[in-house]
């Protein structure tokens, strides 16, 4: 059984830490009093937009949620597979594909994959997967910085501004991360994707 903290758990820690009370983080971020008490007991899991919102009125960032040297959560833990995955020499770093960080959203069915070494450099990049069926968003998020994207696999549509965008196998898209975006899995095929997104987002 896993016993390490859940997203909730470590948000009512973030909270508290800051000596804030539920109310106080509700109005910081724009968010119902109930919605963030249901976040903390794992009643709910909030979209990458109202992450960003509770983060900023925690003064905390989302890489704090994915650190690799604290307990990583249930909804978006860390998994290591290897005791030595990455070797650096100098500025350069690599990542073996059997020693790969692995993380889940909340919410999310899949899971997704860290392709540099940690949450510490200039760009993130992230291999994906998405099932048949699964969104990113029900909310279109933004934040600061540009990102690129490169389908592998499978149909994709990827709405940015309002503006859906059909992304097929081959196909690539680079667009500023402060226009609101979403995306969505088209057909019954699995999609698959390498993201690149600098500054680092989360």
Same mark, same amino acid.
């Given at each position: 059984?896993?016993?390490?903290?859940?997203?909730?758990?470590?948000?009512?820690?973030?909270?508290? #830490?800051?000596?804030?009370? +539920?109310? @106080?983080?509700? #109005? !910081?971020?724009?968010?119902?009093?109930?919605?963030?008490?249901? &976040?903390?007991? !794992?009643?709910?899991?909030?979209?990458?937009?109202?992450?960003?919102?509770?983060?900023?009125?925690? @003064?905390?960032?989302?890489?704090?949620?994915?650190?690799? *040297?604290? /307990?990583? $959560?249930? $909804?978006?833990?860390?998994?290591h597979t290897s005791t030595a995955p990455t070797t650096r020499r100098d500025a350069v770093s690599i990542v073996r594909k059997d020693g790969r960080k692995s993380f889940k959203y909340p919410g999310a069915e899949s899971m997704n994959y860290l392709l540099v070494a940690d949450l510490k450099r200039k760009m993130e990049v992230i291999l994906g997967v998405m099932q048949p069926?699964?969104?990113?968003?029900? /909310?279109?998020?933004?934040?600061?910085?540009?990102?690129?994207?490169? +389908?592998? #696999?499978?149909?994709? #549509?990827?709405?940015? *501004?309002? &503006?859906?965008? +059909?992304? /097929?196998?081959?196909?690539? +898209?680079?667009?500023?991360? *402060?226009?609101?975006?979403?995306?969505?899995?088209?057909?019954?095929?699995? &999609?698959?994707?390498?993201?690149?997104?600098?500054?680092?987002?989360?």
């Open positions: 059984m896993d016993d390490r903290p859940s997203f909730g758990s470590r948000l009512r820690t973030f909270r508290k #830490e800051r000596r804030m009370t +539920i109310a @106080q983080l509700a #109005e !910081g971020a724009a968010l119902s009093r109930s919605f963030i008490s249901q &976040v903390e007991s !794992g009643q709910t899991a909030p979209s990458m937009a109202s992450m960003t919102r509770i983060c900023k009125t925690l @003064q905390i960032s989302l890489a704090d949620f994915f650190d690799e *040297n604290s /307990e990583p $959560s249930q $909804s978006e833990e860390f998994h069926g699964e969104s990113s968003e029900v /909310e279109a998020w933004s934040h600061e910085g540009e990102e690129f994207g490169f +389908i592998l #696999e499978g149909t994709f #549509e990827l709405t940015v *501004n309002g &503006v859906p965008h +059909i992304l /097929e196998e081959g196909d690539s +898209i680079y667009f500023p991360s *402060n226009l609101p975006h979403s995306a969505r899995v088209i057909g019954d095929r699995v &999609v698959r994707w390498i993201w690149a997104i600098t500054p680092p987002s989360l």
